[in-house]
């Protein structure tokens, strides 16, 4: 059995592979900005993430792998942290991501990341499901202005959601996370197990022979 993972996230196919799954890469290319324009109204966090996770899978379930149809499962995912109600993407610019660990250092916030799964097995949509998984996170309150200006540079902070992460280089300004870490990365492999069980399949026919484990 075969997993599409519709994104270009170094982060979760990192997560797959550790938990031994070899997805297939497959580049939606969705506009997501246009994508959650679109929608009817404001969105919070968890809608705004499944939004477009469902958009990035939705958008490859057309393509062929050397002239066949996709015969497996298509993973979208999509993150975004929610700090006092406000959603934030990655920053992209340094200015932006200075500006955000001046905001978020001591403060906790919580990591939303959306997940949708499609059965295309036999090369035809079968059906499909989504969930969010959220996780809170924890920043040291004596975060210095220099420590900030050191991280900044490194150019981590800009490609991630909220400007930090939790299994890098942010680690050390990262003091507590409650909920699924996995989450926080951008896929929750623990929900990617439950939705999997929604269309009678099993995770661990996933996994990868090869994989040795640890
Ligand atoms: N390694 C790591 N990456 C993180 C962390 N938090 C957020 N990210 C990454 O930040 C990115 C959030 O942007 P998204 O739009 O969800 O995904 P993307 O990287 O643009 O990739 P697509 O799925 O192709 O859109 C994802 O790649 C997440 O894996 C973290 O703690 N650790």
Known sequence: ??????????????????A???????????????????????????????????AKAEAVTDSRINGHP????ILGGDSAFELDGQLFGKPHEPEIATQRWAAQR?????????????????GEV????????????????????AEIDAYVATGEPLKVAGAFTIDSLGAAFITRIEGDPHAVVG???????????EFDA???????????GL
């Open 126 to 145: 079968r059906g499909a499901t989504g969930a969010v998984s959220s996780a809170s996170v924890t920043f040291a309150s004596n975060i210095s202005d």
């Open 70 to 73: 996709i015969d497996g499962f």
């Open 1 to 18: 059995m075969r997993l599409y993972l519709a994104s270009t996230s170094p982060a979760r196919l990192a997560t797959l592979r550790a």
């Open 20 to 54: 031994g799954v070899e997805p297939i890469l497959l580049v939606s290319g969705v506009d997501e900005e246009a994508v959650a324009a679109a929608a009817p109204g404001p969105l919070n966090g968890p809608a705004l993430v499944e939004l477009l996770a469902r």
């Open 202 to 212: 099993e995770w661990t026919d996933l996994w990868n022979i090869e994989h040795p």
């Open 106 to 122: 001591g403060r906790t916030g919580v990591l939303h990341s959306g997940h949708w799964l499609i059965d295309h097995r036999g």
């Open 187 to 197: 896929l929750s492999v623990s929900l990617l197990r439950q939705l999997l069980r």
